[in-house]
């Protein structure tokens, strides 16, 4: 199985690339308005945005706290809907490919000042900080390799469970750590 998780970042955009019959789809947070071909839905516990009609057989995953504790708890885990959802999907899906769009943790604004594919993150508005910044700046220890090192942790755990990790996004400036493969 091949799965796609997909998020709201601008990469996220080059779904409509992609033959999503060869993939099931899981959408992370906003990453459910890149397509309606979606299968899974995760969002964070304080997701506040907008809610997504739900068409059978697509799911909402209410429970992905289990699948963190099976890999260490949230703290090894990392404070990230991306790697909740992440480690969800191994758990509980466990594909033998794993692609990431719109996760590339870059905010810098577009011309139009967006940085979502829908326009300002709620992180953003809200806080004046994106939440992988705001989980360095509460969780690193000063470690300023931290989001390298907590996304590199689940790709190692990915490939000892046999699954491949890969970032399909075509941001030069991607923080996402995992091997490139480009559409």
Same mark, same amino acid.
């Given at each position: 199985m091949n799965v796609l $998780?997909? %998020?709201? *970042? #601008?990469? %996220? @955009?080059l779904i409509n690339k992609l033959n999503l019959k060869n993939y099931t789809v899981v959408a992370i947070n906003n990453g459910w308005r890149a397509t309606e071909e979606w299968n899974y839905w995760v969002k964070a516990l304080d997701y506040k945005g907008q809610k997504p009609v739900i068409i059978p057989p697509q799911e909402i995953i209410k429970n992905y706290v289990d699948s963190l504790n099976k890999f260490g708890g949230i703290r090894n885990c990392g404070f990230?809907?991306? /790697? +909740? +959802?992440?480690?969800?999907?191994? !758990?509980? /899906?466990k594909p033998i490919n794993m692609f990431y769009l719109g996760c590339d943790m870059n905010y810098t604004p577009d011309s139009e000042g967006k940085t979502?594919?829908? *326009?300002?993150g709620s992180d953003i508005q809200k806080n004046g900080i994106s !939440? #992988? !910044?705001? $989980?360095?700046?509460?969780?690193? =220890? @000063? =470690?300023e390799n931290y989001l390298h090192d907590i996304y590199m942790r689940f790709n190692n755990i990915a490939l000892k469970n046999g699954t491949n990790v890969y970032n399909l996004s075509n941001d030069p400036n991607t923080r996402l750590p995992f091997k490139r493969c480009i559409i």
């Open positions: $998780m997909v %998020a709201s *970042g #601008p990469s %996220a @955009g990230s809907i991306t /790697l +909740a +959802a992440s480690y969800w999907v191994l !758990d509980v /899906l979502h594919i829908y *326009g300002i !939440d #992988p !910044d705001k $989980m360095v700046e509460d969780y690193s =220890n @000063g =470690n």
